[in-house]
């Protein structure tokens, strides 16, 4: 990976970190909005990987939160689709837009 | 420009161009199909870094787990091929704009800041050393959050089997 610098990988991530945030402002849909989430969240194992390699080449503690995001991003999308799925039960749609019940 | 570099510069358009599509598609099951185009591409990013056990991890976790679950739900919660409805358009505007504006804002930022120059060893993530650094009993190891992810771990799955699980008839 020589010959590309630093910043460009922390634009690539950034540019992805922004288009996971307009997916999940504009979807209406609860599995869209997941998916966004998963977007940005991939963007920033990015950017921990990045300025580990090459900032802090001698230790390793960059990846080694990649590791922990990505475990902690594997529980909360099985928790969330657990959730959609006990919605879409009771409410027959996963619209955000009616996903209202527990304000009556 | 080396070949390492046109590798980088090609493969983070096709993680772009995919991620676009992911949040633009108006079919459910084709974001879900970019989504993980979008996935692998990051995982060839990785695999490019030289970082080769982040790149397995993404793939076994992300691809292999992550976006098999998000298309069994769409399967199970979607009518197929009706498009998604569209959100509003002064939704849309607004969404828009705060993202295009902190996207410009944090580039802006990145390109006039001075990184600290690092330190001249060789980045070297061999899976030993990960190993050594996950679980050994030195005082820097990380022995202890990924003992509390693993907790974390079963305390989601318990979880998702209670939200999820039908209700017996009688109970209702």
Same mark, same amino acid.
């Given at each position: 990976?020589?010959?590309? @610098? ?50 802090? @080449? ?18 909360? %999308? ?20 009616? %996903? ?5 | ?22 949040? #633009?598609?108006?079919?459910? #099951?084709?974001?879900?199909? =970019?989504?993980?185009?979008?996935? &692998? ?30 298309? #069994? ?19 849309? &505007? ?20 001075? =990184? ?11 899976? !030993? !050393? &990960? ?29 998702? &089997?209670?939200?999820?699980? !039908? ?6």
């Amino acid at each position: 990976m020589n010959g590309v @610098p630093l910043t460009h990988m922390i634009i690539v991530s950034t540019l992805l970190f922004f288009i996971g945030a307009y997916g999940f402002l504009t979807r209406r849909n609860l599995i869209a909005m997941l998916m966004s989430v998963e977007l940005m969240l991939n963007s920033v194992n990015i950017n921990f990987i990045a300025f580990n390699k090459y900032l802090f @080449p001698d230790n390793l503690d960059g990846l080694v939160y990649t590791i922990f995001i990505i475990a902690i991003a594997a529980a909360e %999308a099985a928790v969330a689709i657990a959730i959609i799925i006990n919605l879409f039960r009771n409410t027959r749609s996963i619209d955000a837009e009616y %996903a209202d019940k527990l304000k009556n | 420009m080396t070949s390492a570099a046109i590798a980088f510069y090609i493969i983070s358009a096709f993680i772009l161009v995919t991620g676009i599509l992911t949040v #633009f598609t108006k079919k459910l #099951f084709r974001a879900a199909i =970019w989504l993980l185009l979008s996935l &692998i591409g990051i995982a060839a990013l990785y695999f490019a870094m030289e970082v080769d056990f982040a790149a397995a991890v993404q793939i076994i976790v992300y691809v292999g787990g992550i976006v098999v679950l998000i298309i #069994f739900s769409i399967f199970l919660t979607n009518n197929e091929g009706v498009n998604m409805p569209s959100a509003l358009s002064k939704r849309k &505007i607004f969404s828009a704009l705060a993202s295009v504006c902190g996207a410009g804002y944090t580039v802006m930022l990145v390109n006039q800041h001075i =990184w600290m120059t690092p330190s001249a060893k060789v980045y070297d993530p061999a899976v !030993k !050393k &990960i190993g050594y650094l996950l679980v050994s009993n030195s005082p820097s190891s990380y022995v202890l959050p990924f003992e509390v992810v693993s907790i974390l771990l079963l305390a989601a799955m318990v979880g998702c &089997i209670v939200i999820a699980i !039908k209700a017996k008839p009688e109970e209702k």
